[in-house]
């Protein structure tokens, strides 16, 4: 916690106590009750009291060994005690002799020492309890900021595990091409070209505009259909105003790769068809394709990457902002992705 929200809390507690201070006096001031040790001695001790306590918790819950804290904590209890009682007698021997009577003033009874202990109680837990909701909140912060550092590593870890695949999988297709001498080699190359600037630069940020995503979208399945007899297999389908958005990079590639790999290339009209609509405040991205012939297609398979990693990819970067439904028949894949934002 920073140390100006700290001495809020402090400021804040000192507020209240002065507030049940006037209480008392308001409460007792009909009875003839006198304040003035209220208002002058009182806060003075009462300070004393609850910071002794106060740094004593603090080496208390630092130190890995406790029984130097402790020690010192049993301590400070014996020496405030008769420490409140003897500044309380000097100070009414001294200085507040003309509010009450000698022999009042000089006799400690038991009265006094019970009044001083009941105090040394009272702000020893409110010590406590300071120490310990400032030490609660540090450890909260600490556990988010580790968190955070744990889902950053992952992050990095599965778009170090996306990256990889898509560009092997994309030198595979322009190999193809060159090895068959085919005439569509220099448009790949100027599409993998479009789509190693996107991964390279792009898609090492946390987020992207959808304009570039899209893209890249493009550029990929542009790169697949080169190595596909019908021009028309792939439907592509986007609805609503692109301009602005933003996107985590690479979260809709795998689902696309996954029909090309999965899908059945001897259905035409068409073999996949891709659905982007973007609505006020939310993304649908849908993904069907046929199944092959004799293969069987389970709803854990997605890309070369995994199911798995990319719904732990979901829940990091859309926690409780996404919903993915997956399903597959013997005919039909079909992907189903909404993104809140």
Excluded: C
């Excluded at 609805?239 to 985590?248: C, K, L, P, Q, Y």
């Amino acid at each position: 916690m920073k140390v100006k929200y700290k001495i809020l809390i402090h400021f804040a507690f000192w507020i209240y106590m002065f507030n049940q201070i006037l209480l008392t006096i308001a409460t007792w001031s009909s009875s003839g009750y006198d304040p003035f040790q209220e208002l002058t001695i009182y806060p003075v001790t009462s300070f004393i009291t609850f910071y002794s306590f106060y740094f004593t918790y603090g080496l208390f819950f630092t130190r890995k060994s406790k029984l130097y804290p402790a020690l010192l904590l049993i301590a400070v209890i014996a020496i405030l005690i008769p420490l409140r009682i003897g500044i309380e007698y000097l100070f009414w021997k001294y200085i507040g002799y003309s509010h009450m009577k000698p022999t009042e003033l000089l006799k400690i009874d038991s009265s006094w020492w019970f009044n001083s202990i009941r105090l040394v109680t009272i702000y020893g837990i409110y010590a406590l309890l300071i120490q310990l909701a400032i030490g609660w909140f540090d450890t909260q912060k600490l556990k988010t900021e580790l968190m955070l550092e744990k889902q950053s590593g992952e992050l990095a870890l599965l778009r170090s595990q996306i990256n990889p695949h898509f560009l092997f999988n994309t030198l595979n297709n322009i190999y193809s091409l060159v090895y068959k001498k085919s005439e569509d080699a220099p448009e790949a190359v100027m599409k993998m070209s479009s789509i190693m600037r996107y991964m390279l630069y792009d898609a090492t940020t946390d987020s992207v505009l959808l304009e570039k995503e899209i893209e890249y979208l493009k550029s990929f399945i542009e790169l697949e259909k080169l190595r596909i007899r019908h021009k028309e297999f792939v439907e592509l389908n986007i609805s609503g105003n692109v301009e602005g958005r933003t996107i985590a990079p690479m979260l809709l590639i795998p689902f696309v790769e996954n029909a090309f790999k999965h899908g059945s290339r001897s259905v035409t009209n068409p073999g996949i068809r891709i659905n982007l609509t973007l609505e006020a405040n939310k993304i649908l991205f849908e993904v069907s394709n046929h199944v092959r012939k004799n293969t069987t297609i389970t709803k854990d398979q997605v890309g070369g990457i995994g199911l798995t990693n990319i719904r732990r990819r979901l829940n990091l970067l859309y926690t409780g902002k996404h919903q993915l439904e997956i399903s597959a028949d013997e005919e039909m894949y079909h992907v189903k992705l909404i993104l809140w934002i």
